[in-house]
């Protein structure tokens, strides 16, 4: 079985280190020119070698395609893709609303929810922090035959008949976490130890639960225990936001995360206070971060 991992940043090393790990054939795929063998580390789980190939260079065609890059890169992973690698079934990994959505307008395609913390240190090399699982499934349909051969190490994989609540779930869940860990500069498990923090945290959840109650959207769990759940299962974690914005980039996954969830809220003619406000107090920071970057010392 061929895997390609679209990226090779926090999720991409770390899904390539174990499907290789696991006996797959992987190769993960940038932005580079030609093939080479490359040491991908995963602090904490272990390290493989890994062909890392251009998109020009593949030659043979997959049977999955990843897509591990972030919600604002997609489109251009999708375009350069197309272009020259053929695969089966692609796979969306990205937080937030809308991802797996244009995967579908190109390819027969699945939703893979990382329920672990993962770090990135820096190209191909990540940290692994704790969680508890990953979800694997098709929005709407039951593909769970697709993947009944999948066996992986190190990792506790779900396979779901229908994505779609867990999805969700996984937006709520951020939607609480990471605008406010991003706010405090501080880990996961910070919102745990401050009553604001988390009476903040806890108050967005409910407004992202709300939002999804208006589409029907019906939940296998609940997802405020769930966020619970998650913020100790990946409480030394600092949230892919967090690390966006010490990294100096220009764009968030907030923008597929609370923004969207407030576009969607209107739709419906509810206004959703508590994830605007989230969305426009991190650009403020990102803002005060461009000033100072000495703000971020603590996480690096």
Known sequence: MKIGVIGCGAIGSFLSYIFKKSGYDVIAIDKIHGCKEQRVIVEKLGEENIRICGYEDIKEELDYLIFTVKAYDLDEAISLSLNNIKAKLAISTQNGLYSLEKL???F??????????IKKIEKCHSLFSGGNKIVLGCKNKNCTNEFKDFKLNEINLELVENVEPYRWEKVIINSAINPIATLYLKHNGFILENEHAYDLSLKIAEES???ASLLNINFKRD????LIDTLRNTYYNY???LQDICLGKEKTELDYINLALY??????????KYNYFA???VIALKNLIKA?????????
């Open 292 to 300: 100072n970057n000495r703000l971020c010392e603590q996480i690096k």
């Open 104 to 106: 579908e307008k190109f």
């Open 108 to 117: 027969d395609a699945a939703s893979m929810i990382i329920y672990y913390g």
């Open 263 to 272: 576009e969607v809220a209107k739709k419906s003619n509810y206004e959703a």
């Open 279 to 281: 969305y426009k107090s």
């Open 239 to 241: 949230n892919s936001t």
């Open 223 to 226: 997802p405020i225990k769930e």
């Open 209 to 211: 639960k709300e939002i």
